[in-house]
């Protein structure tokens, strides 16, 4: 039996909405809702009637107490792009949208402390602009940039090319406001380096994909603008002399912002589908490094020669085969457009499986080699390769469908393939979602493969801060229906 719409809770919340609020902050219209019931990928399709688009955090703690004693659960979202389905409502139609997207200010810079206050709806690229404006840098970066919102970078705990100097999203937080399911505010934005007043809430909603309070703001930590920079692109023979050659950077400087490992499979995509790329180097080689490392002020020995240096040291030691550093910005922007664009060529070339994973940085070569041909062992046809971050032991690890699959591949051999891929990552002391969260794609196998501690623990902090499970119900964790007695 379904409500009438008198007695509908989603419709109810809606009238309320809008007479508190009006036209600008709750929308009905079917239209206007459309572009966010779908995500990014296009995979998960959800439904809603309305979409809450609050512009301070006293609205959005007003909107979330009227959703709570209506029971409507809410649905945070900011630019909409999860990897993982986060931000896509349920399709039953049962809970509405709240956007942050109004919440854009970056409210304070101060250049001095190394700090900036922004709100959720805040674009990573406008506060990277903000920052420079100051003379300071938002070291976190990543190809979303131009769309990625803070609240959902807090919620996911996002990473990027540059956690290998300076961490991911929580080690950049330095304060959270944020509303809790009952609709209280939580103000936690000072940045305090000493804190024991028991369970950090902050840490607690980093990572959380707004399952346990809706982040409204963030307090952020801001690091010198770069003087100059230097990127190479180095040819080597495996992913083993890759980790070495990192290692010899590691020992020698802590400059290092980026070290990713590229294959010659993913290099030749991006060179057949992507236009105006070209290779760096003349001759071939089975894995690729890219690397770049940064100075802060002129004192400091300049990241070319800090590069050509440590290079020429790792071609006596038998690591390099070939190498060259970005004469120009241009040519480094070039040598980053063929990192960056692996995944658009992977998507011109055919159906693939994408696995964002993680396992200690000392185990990465052998998982990528052995993981890749157990794949292809165990999976005629295909072809396994792996890419990213190989400094922090992220990669992206992708399984391509045989030559002359149809479309539809992907779909159907995601639920045989997909706890394969996972179950090498957990044998090997990894995690099957290393940066983009779990969202509801990785749900059941975070349940399945996860030990029975972490599950009881994640379910008792869900429930304890949001009983009646209306915050992002159906992502990161799951929970018993709610009995209609409660």
Do not use: C
Request: hydrophobic share 45%; charged share 20%; net charge negative.
């Amino acid at each position: 039996m379904t409500a009438s719409p008198s007695h509908d809770p989603v419709q109810s919340l809606a009238r309320q909405a809008l007479a508190r609020f009006g036209p600008k902050v709750a929308i009905t219209d079917g239209d206007a809702i459309a572009p966010w019931l779908t995500d990014w990928r296009g995979r998960y399709h959800g439904a809603a009637s309305l979409l809450l688009q609050p512009g301070t955090t006293a609205e959005v703690a007003e909107l979330v107490t009227l959703a709570a004693a209506l029971r409507v659960p809410l649905v945070p979202q900011g630019g909409n792009t999860s990897m993982v389905g986060g931000a896509t409502p349920p399709a039953d139609g049962r809970a509405a949208i709240l956007s942050l997207r109004r919440m854009n200010r970056v409210r304070t810079i101060d250049p001095a402390a190394g700090i900036a206050v922004a709100e959720a709806g805040v674009i990573l690229s406008d506060l990277h602009d903000a920052a420079l404006a100051r003379g300071r840098r938002f070291p976190l970066t990543l190809g979303a940039k131009g769309s990625a919102t803070l609240g959902g970078l807090v919620s996911t705990n996002a990473g990027g090319t540059q956690v290998l100097r300076f961490g991911t999203m929580r080690g950049l937080v330095l304060g959270l406001e944020a509303v809790l399911p009952d609709g209280s505010v939580h103000d936690g934005l000072a940045p305090l380096k000493k804190d024991n007043r028991g369970y950090d809430l902050n840490q607690l909603l980093i990572g959380a994909e707004g399952t346990l309070g809706i982040v409204t703001a963030a307090t952020l930590r801001l690091v010198p603008a770069l003087y100059s920079r230097a990127v190479a692109w180095v040819g080597v023979e495996s992913p083993h002399a890759a980790l070495a050659l990192l290692r010899l950077f590691e020992a020698a400087t802590d400059r290092v912002e980026s070290f990713e490992i590229v294959p010659a499979h993913s290099l030749g995509l991006v060179l057949e589908h992507i236009p105006e790329t070209r290779a760096p180097l003349s001759g071939a080689h089975p894995w690729h490094v890219l690397i770049e490392a940064g100075a802060s002020d002129a004192d400091q020995e300049a990241p070319a020669a800090l590069i050509e240096r440590l290079l020429a040291s790792g071609l006596e030691q038998g690591l390099v085969g070939d190498a060259t550093i970005a004469a120009s910005e241009t040519q480094a922007e070039a040598f980053w457009k063929l990192r960056d664009s692996i995944s658009e060529a992977e998507r011109a070339s055919g159906p693939a499986l994408q696995h964002d994973i993680s396992v200690p940085v000392a185990a990465m070569p052998d998982f990528m080699i052995d993981g890749a041909r157990a794949v292809e062992a165990a999976f005629p046809g295909t072809s396994a390769g792996a890419f990213g971050h190989l400094g922090d032991g992220n990669v992206h690890f992708h399984v391509r469908a045989p030559a002359r699959a149809g479309a539809d591949w992907a779909v159907a051999q995601s639920a045989i393939i997909s706890p394969f891929v996972h179950d090498l990552v957990v044998a090997a002391g990894g995690s099957i979602s290393a940066e983009h969260g779990i969202g509801q794609m990785k749900r059941d196998e975070l349940a399945r493969l996860s030990a029975p501690a972490r599950l009881h623990a994640l379910a008792a902090i869900k429930r304890g801060l949001d009983p009646h499970n209306l915050l992002n119900p159906g992502k990161l964790v799951t929970l018993a229906p709610e009995r209609a007695d409660q």
